[in-house]
């Protein structure tokens, strides 16, 4: 699906002001040459673009060989070919950008994934979160949310015209996720976005930086995946 979508996503989403802006905080509170990483980059236009233009070295990952090679052709940085849930990690990071990637996953391989992820964040370093919330979107009483009401699991979010299952977490879930690993919330912002493109409806979507301190390991994720319980 995504190669199909290929520079037609770029342009639908490229000119979001949510994402640009929580972009632009992470930059911020980074040094120039830090080492990040963009699980799911896409075609890497804009997040692994404004890294690379704000000097840092720049590694990112996607499930499309198709928008990865023109990742690898437009932007400088190191651009591979892997899906979140397999893909290992190099060294330390500065900052792991996970921005819409967990689209289409279920909640336990998310856990694992974004858990694998934060351990590779070297002390002071962030994780940066994208996701669209389910406060808007799954009614109170749907049977996707779990006992804890952190997460709608396999929800069934149309997108680009079409039924598409994926993982949405609360708006407070997402951030007692984080925060159950040891990760503190430096950015929250959650406001809608029209996608440039007649077949995208408005989307509500938040924006979240978290921080590794380095004082303590990190935690395993809460709540655990049900098969984990």
């Not at 709608?152 to 007692?176: C, E, H, I, M, V």
Request: include cysteine; aromatic fraction near 10%.
């Amino acid at each position: 699906m995504w190669d199909d979508l290929n520079i037609d996503y770029e342009v639908a989403y490229q000119r979001n002001p949510l994402k640009i802006a929580c972009v632009e905080k992470a930059i911020s509170l980074l040094q120039s040459g830090s080492r990040v990483l963009d699980v799911g980059c896409g075609t890497g236009i804009p997040v692994s673009q404004m890294l690379a233009d704000a000097g840092m070295e720049v590694s990112g990952c996607d499930v499309a060989p198709n928008m990865v090679e023109l990742a690898q052709k437009r932007i400088a940085g190191s651009f591979v070919t892997a899906n979140m849930i397999e893909f290992q990690p190099q060294g330390e990071f500065a900052a792991i950008f996970i921005i819409y990637s967990q689209l289409g996953l279920r909640y336990s391989e998310f856990h694992a994934a974004a858990f694998k992820l934060a351990k590779a964040l070297q002390p002071g370093g962030l994780l940066v979160i994208g996701q669209s919330p389910s406060d808007e979107k799954v009614p109170e009483n749907d049977p996707a949310f779990d006992e804890t009401r952190t997460y709608a699991d396999n929800f069934n979010l149309p997108f680009w015209g079409k039924p598409f299952y994926t993982l949405l977490f609360s708006r407070q879930g997402q951030l007692d996720f984080l925060r159950s690993m040891g990760l503190e919330t430096v950015y929250d912002n959650v406001d809608w976005f029209k996608p440039d493109h007649p077949k995208c409806d408005a989307e509500h979507q938040q924006y979240v930086i978290a921080r590794w301190s380095g004082d303590r390991p990190l935690s395993e994720p809460k709540p655990l995946p049900k098969a984990m319980e």
